[in-house]
């Protein structure tokens, strides 16, 4: 099984990928890792590339991102299900600075090491308004268009809730969480 998990910052992609990857028993990529090296320094692009690309040869596997540049388009085409948490800037604002409290001036599993949890200023303005940005929703909408054969679209704790106790039943679970 091959599963791709998009959304929102502080939405709980990694969280969700980490169940997912513990239920299934498949490996999970946390793109951040691959993005970061330690102490927040970006990792050379062809490096990471190369990194998305042999790990996607696996048989099964979860990733968790957006990244476009670390090909998402043949990690979308490949992945068996998408999922697509669209949750509301306000919820995925207070949902990261719970985060921040919990790991503060530590590393979270999803992130690589010496990059602690924060909560700046700039991290902020992402949040609530430059990850939200028409261009961005618009590619979401996009990808949702495209693959909805095999997407999950999740926007609430409920809904989120419900999709864990059985996820990927049935995939008319789309439409009835589109709504």
């Not at 990792?43 to 042999?54: D, G, I, P």
């Not at 299900?81 to 995925?92: G, H, L, N, T, W």
Request: proline share 2%; charged share 30%.
């Amino acid at each position: 099984m091959k599963l791709a998990i998009l959304g929102y910052s502080g939405c709980g992609k990694s969280t969700l990928a980490k169940y997912l990857g513990q239920m299934y028993q498949i490996p999970v990529l946390y793109l951040d890792t691959v993005q970061y090296l330690p102490d927040w320094k970006v990792r050379e692009l062809s490096e990471a590339v190369t990194m998305v690309s042999e790990f996607m040869r696996q048989d099964s596997w979860v990733i968790d991102g957006n990244y476009i540049k670390y090909l998402q388009r043949e990690r979308l085409e490949q992945a068996d299900y998408i999922v697509f948490m669209d949750f509301p800037r306000i919820v995925c604002f207070i949902r990261a600075y719970k985060r921040y409290l919990k790991y503060r001036n530590r590393t979270r599993e999803s992130m690589a090491k010496g990059c602690n949890e924060k909560m700046d200023r700039e991290f902020v303005w992402w949040l609530l308004h430059k990850g939200r940005e028409k261009k961005r929703r618009k590619h979401y909408q996009e990808i949702v268009a495209e693959f909805s054969e095999k997407t999950v679209i999740i926007k609430s704790q409920r809904q989120l809730d419900e999709f864990m106790k059985d996820p990927f039943k049935s995939m008319n679970r789309n439409s009835i969480f589109a709504k």
